[in-house]
């Protein structure tokens, strides 16, 4: 069996933080495939051409983790043809030897379908707007909680919303809602998942 985990849940539910841990304790790649949407964005252009000619030297920008990026990268992923650019990249890391773990909005359900384990990490989205504005500064963050939480359920809406690859969890996903979970139990819980579907 290949060893490949889907990663899926909105900004903010955590499955960065479970990714990479994850990986780490499992001994498997990682990609953060919304990378390669915020590197689309980030670099400008006509997306299509962008994310065609996108190289792996381009996910290292220390610009992509900006909200600008985020919001950027969430309206160039609504455009197929950017999508289906960034199909081959995921599916190549995806095949690497050793195995991998991908994390995105449609890892279950579009680029890894036959994953053995699928995760969909989510919280509430006042709890994953406050994780944003502690993250910021907490009261002296740039922004009020208020509006970093209309951000979040404006991105929701749309990566939920869009017609080609919506983000939603697929039938075999396990749904982990990390909303009442500190780090080191959400991280305990989807290792205890993982393993079981993957024998481990
Ligand atoms: O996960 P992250 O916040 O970096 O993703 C930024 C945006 O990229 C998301 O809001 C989503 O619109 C898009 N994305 C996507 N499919 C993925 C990963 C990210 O559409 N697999």
Redesign the pocket.
């Known amino acids: 069996m290949r060893l490949t985990v889907a990663i899926d849940g909105p900004?903010g539910a955590g499955k960065g933080t479970i990714a990479r841990a994850l990986a780490a304790r499992l001994g498997l790649g990682h990609l953060?495939?919304?990378?390669l949407?915020?590197a689309v964005g980030a670099l400008g252009g006509d997306p299509v051409a962008t994310a065609r000619a996108l190289r792996p030297e381009d996910l290292t920008r220390d610009d992509l983790r900006s909200a600008a990026a985020?919001e950027a990268?969430?309206r160039v992923?609504a455009i197929p043809e950017v999508r289906a650019a960034l199909l081959a990249f995921q599916h190549d890391f995806a095949r690497r030897d050793g195995g991998a773990i991908l994390d995105?909005?449609?890892?279950g359900t579009v680029?890894c379908p036959d994953a053995p384990a699928k995760l969909f990490v989510t919280a509430r989205p006042e709890i994953r707007a406050r994780r944003r504005w502690l993250e910021l500064g907490g009261d002296t963050a740039p922004e009020p909680f208020e509006a970093i939480l209309e951000q979040v359920r404006a991105?929701d809406a749309?990566?939920e919303t869009r017609a080609d690859?919506p983000l939603r969890p697929a039938d075999d996903a396990v749904v982990l809602d990390t909303s009442d979970l500190d780090p080191d139990t959400a991280i305990a819980r989807a290792e205890s998942i993982v393993r079981t579907r993957l024998g481990l």
């Open positions: 900004a953060d495939t919304g990378l949407y915020r985020g990268a969430s992923a995105g909005r449609d890892i680029i991105r749309r990566d690859a």
